[in-house]
């Protein structure tokens, strides 16, 4: 579904130059659900906007759906964005308009195309989401968690085959967004839609199968899901914090580089930019040089 090679993305004011995205490779396959991880200004919200459409990459391939998003003319990026995305944001405002009930919400997509029963398509998304019963309340009837499933039944109304969730569970509690990420489940799995969701909340991550970490502009590692653990995702509450449900590995890039993240580095007080390396039968040991090594002068 998702395919990028050597994607940059350069932001650039009269005064100041800056390198969002770094030579990012990734590839998400059709009808994966998976989330995106990193710190604020590592390129994670960057990349929902590249491959939703909403802004142009720099330079680098990035395809999606069969699509070359780099020759896209502004009109077929417009239908791009109408036919292939749907996008759910953090920001409830900007997922709803307030004066319109929640069914009124998700019939405005549909608004721009052709056919009829738009009413019938906006009330099945409604029961989709478990909100039916919510369907005549406007914005200020509605707690926050309802307002974000609203959201994604209104990313869901023009049958995208792509679904982006930017911090979907940022605004509400724990048990809120538990239940959230169990309809972003219901969808994956019976309408086959591709989700890719950017979030910090680490218990929603350890209730994916696959999740990406971006440092730098890059992707430096992956977290897949143990296979002991696939059958117990559909009991939500069954993670703890501290549990470890997912194995970790390193990316390497086209040129065999890979970024060792930066809380194992400071957990060996690492200071200066060497590391040993030593190969051991089949594995690769990574490990704190010695004073010495790291002070060669003395």
């Known amino acids: 579904m998702v395919e990028c090679e050597g994607l940059v993305k350069i932001y650039k004011t009269k005064d100041i130059e800056v390198l969002a995205l770094?030579?990012?490779?990734?590839r998400i396959e059709e009808g994966e659900l998976m989330a995106i991880i990193g710190n604020s200004g590592s390129g994670k919200s960057t990349f929902l906007n590249m491959i939703?459409?909403?802004d142009r990459p720099s330079a680098g391939k990035l395809f999606v759906d069969g699509k070359d998003l780099f020759k896209l003319s502004d009109q077929e990026l417009v239908d791009y964005k109408r036919r292939t995305v749907g996008f759910v944001w953090q920001n409830n405002a900007r997922n709803l308009l307030p004066y319109l009930t929640a069914w009124q919400n998700v019939q405005v997509p549909m608004l721009f195309q052709s056919g009829k029963k738009k009413k019938q398509r906006a009330l099945e998304l409604l029961d989709l989401v478990g909100l039916s019963h919510?369907?005549?309340s406007r914005l200020t009837?509605?707690?926050?968690?309802?307002?974000?499933?609203?959201?994604?039944?209104?990313?869901?109304?023009?049958?995208?085959?792509?679904?982006?969730?930017?911090?979907?569970?940022g605004s509400v509690d724990a048990k809120t967004g538990a239940y959230i990420l169990d309809v972003f489940r219901k969808i994956n799995q019976e309408m086959n839609v591709t989700t890719v969701i950017v979030t910090h909340d680490?218990?929603?991550?350890k209730k994916v199968n696959r999740v990406v970490a971006i440092r730098d502009g890059k992707i430096s590692s992956e977290r897949i899901m143990k296979q002991?653990?696939?059958?117990?995702?559909?009991?939500i509450?069954?993670?703890?914090?501290?549990e470890e449900v997912q194995d970790e590995y390193a990316v390497l890039d086209r040129a065999g580089r890979l970024q060792i993240p930066r809380e194992m580095l400071e957990k060996l007080q690492v200071s200066g930019n060497r590391l040993k390396i030593g190969l051991d039968d089949q594995k690769i040991i990574i490990e704190k040089p010695e004073e010495t090594e790291e002070n060669p002068d003395l």
Not at 22 to 26: C, D, F, S, T
Not at 202 to 205: N, V
Not at 228 to 235: A, M, T
């Open 141 to 169: 009837q509605l707690s926050g968690g309802e307002q974000q499933r609203i959201a994604v039944a209104i990313a869901l109304a023009n049958n995208p085959r792509l679904l982006l969730a930017d911090e979907p569970t």
């Open 228 to 235: 002991s653990y696939l059958n117990r995702l559909q009991d």
């Open 237 to 242: 509450n069954s993670f703890t914090q501290t």
């Open 22 to 26: 770094q030579g990012l490779e990734l």
């Open 52 to 54: 939703g459409g909403l």
């Open 202 to 205: 680490t218990l929603l991550t």
């Open 134 to 136: 919510k369907k005549h």
